[in-house]
């Protein structure tokens, strides 16, 4: 792989997440940019890469499993009053260009391809804030834009008929071991009471580290979180929950996570504050 294909991500100098631009994968695994590995400030890998339970899961991204009718999450897709299919209609994320490129961030513009048609066209932002010495902020924001004449919607398993599988859209899949991870929220504990429902942040915490993912516009807010720590860790923010999210021509859907990466096990007052601090203005 060139040096052109990856971007290294830095906080004070040290190496904190590899970016890779142009994937190598299979059409089925519905080819995308990813960051992994990401780690934390003392070295602690928090993301997988293909691994064994979903090949499909390609580190920390944007993955939506159905934009019309097309699967940009990689695997099988859900039918309705059918279940999970496989069907030929992968689609691929294309890197066009960094538009900014520095060690604690960029800037990129990206085509949403599917059957020999650009049907979305993205800007992504991510960057990069140190907030102590154990403890980063990833600022992820994903600028969707309907390139094609006609309208456009993006659906979700659970539009599609499949209950509590509102996955697609920001997703992150963590490192798994030998016992899950806890999951919290500020009022909440657990993956059952936590997983549809809507909070300013969700926490995934391992045995050495701790993940806080937060919405941070308005309009993020309202998604729901998808959770997952049983079978296996990873924790999204789903774009079409209850029903499908409509694109018209030429508009624009946005949405902004920003992931505390944090050493440890914190507590939710830990866990807040650092929200705080690397949502504020």
Do not use: C
């Not at 499909?56 to 695997?75: K, Q």
């Not at 834009?145 to 006609?150: F, I, L, Q, R």
């Not at 456009?152 to 992150?172: C, D, H």
Request: aromatic share 8%; proline share 8%; hydrophobic share 40%.
């Amino acid at each position: 792989m060139t040096p052109h294909d990856t971007a290294v991500l830095r906080v004070a100098s040290r190496p904190v997440g590899r970016y890779v631009t142009r994937p190598e994968l299979p059409l089925r695994l519905s080819p995308r940019p990813y960051l992994h590995p990401v780690t934390t400030l003392a070295g602690t890998a928090v993301t997988e890469l293909s691994p064994a339970d979903h090949i499909h899961h390609l580190g920390v991204g944007v993955a939506v499993p159905d934009v019309e009718g097309h699967n940009f999450w990689g695997g099988r897709t859900y039918v309705r009053d059918q279940g999970p299919t496989e069907l030929d209609n992968h689609g691929a994320q294309r890197h066009t260009a960094f538009q900014l490129r520095d060690p604690d961030g960029f800037v990129e513009e990206l085509r949403w391809v599917a059957a020999g048609a650009e049907l979305l066209r993205e800007r992504r932002t991510v960057a990069t804030t140190k907030l102590s010495d154990a403890a980063w902020a990833l600022d992820f924001t994903f600028s969707l834009t309907n390139v094609t004449s006609g309208p456009l919607s993006i659906g979700s398993p659970a539009t599609n008929g499949r209950p509590g599988a509102a996955y697609g859209g920001f997703f992150w899949r963590a490192r798994k071991e030998a016992s899950a991870p806890k999951v919290f929220t500020a009022d909440r504990e657990g993956e059952q009471e936590i997983h549809g429902t809507r909070a300013p942040w969700v926490a995934l915490a391992g045995s050495t580290w701790t993940l806080v993912f937060a919405g941070a516009t308005e309009q993020t807010r309202r998604d729901p979180w998808f959770v997952r720590a049983g079978e296996y860790p990873g924790v999204g923010s789903s774009l079409a929950a209850e029903e499908r999210l409509p694109i018209p021509p030429g508009e624009t859907a946005v949405r902004r996570i920003v992931t505390v990466v944090a050493d440890g096990r914190i507590s939710r007052l830990e866990a807040a504050a650092l929200v705080r601090k690397a949502v504020s203005p």
